[in-house]
């Protein structure tokens, strides 16, 4: 069963990747459907930017903890669902990297899930399902929610670099098709999340599809007119 999920995976590679890019106008339009004048939102942004203060005055050796143990939970997360059962997880003691084992081999969403899948984020958006079930949602949550979206870009910007070993495996031409927009959708549907729950998540993911489909629609107007 695990080989037949890992091949299935491989088939949806350059398919996702294509669309990433492809949605990349449709990720940048619907920044225009949310709205900025409402405390949710305020607050989501206070949350983002205390992030970095809050940033500035962590102890380095820490972040760099915290950052690779997310990385390693994110690979053994996206093996678990694959099926791939995890054997080991662990930071090195000197801080300067860590690794996941696992049995069977490797997909590309494995290797590249760190680098685009909010995974604390994911467990902030389902104990805040939570919480909503028992009590009203309030500004604390989003702050909550913004500081967590900008935990998200730190990570990723800074794990980013060439000798990332992560990266070469997948392919560098991936990596530029398909991050960016994992990242812009990512983003986008914690921004959505924190608007109006798991509804707005999936309001979201339908505006994509809705502007990608006016585009294209666009684009062949465009072209017919061309010829």
């Known amino acids: 069963m695990q080989t037949l999920v890992n091949k299935f995976v491989e088939l949806l590679k350059w398919p996702v990747a294509l669309y990433m890019l492809l949605s990349l106008p449709a990720f940048v339009q619907s920044l225009a459907y949310f709205r900025i004048n409402n405390i949710p939102t305020l607050s989501l942004i206070g949350g983002f930017l205390a992030f970095f203060i809050i940033r500035g005055f962590m102890d380095s050796d820490s972040k760099t903890t915290m950052e690779i143990a997310a990385h390693e939970m994110t690979h053994a997360f996206f093996a678990l669902i694959t099926l791939h059962k ?22 590309w ?28 949602y309030n500004f604390i949550l989003s702050l909550i929610m913004g500081f967590f979206i900008g935990y998200h870009v730190d990570t990723v910007t800074s794990q ?3 000798k990332q070993t992560d990266l070469p495996k997948v392919g560098y031409k991936f990596c530029f098709v398909f991050l960016p927009g994992a990242n812009l959708w990512a983003i986008g549907s914690m921004a959505a999340f924190n608007s109006r729950g798991w509804d707005g998540f999936f309001v979201y ?12 629609e666009l684009a062949q107007k465009y072209i017919s007119n061309i010829f």
């Open 86 to 107: 995890v054997k080991s997880l662990r930071v090195n003691p000197e801080n300067d990297g860590g690794a996941m084992t696992f049995e069977g081999q490797a997909n």
């Open 109 to 136: 969403l494995i290797i590249i899930a760190p680098y685009f899948f909010p995974l604390f984020g994911m467990f902030v958006m389902f104990g805040i399902s939570f919480y909503t079930h028992y009590w009203d």
């Open 160 to 162: 980013i670099h060439e």
């Open 205 to 216: 993911q339908n505006l994509i599809a809705h502007l990608n489909n006016q585009n294209v």
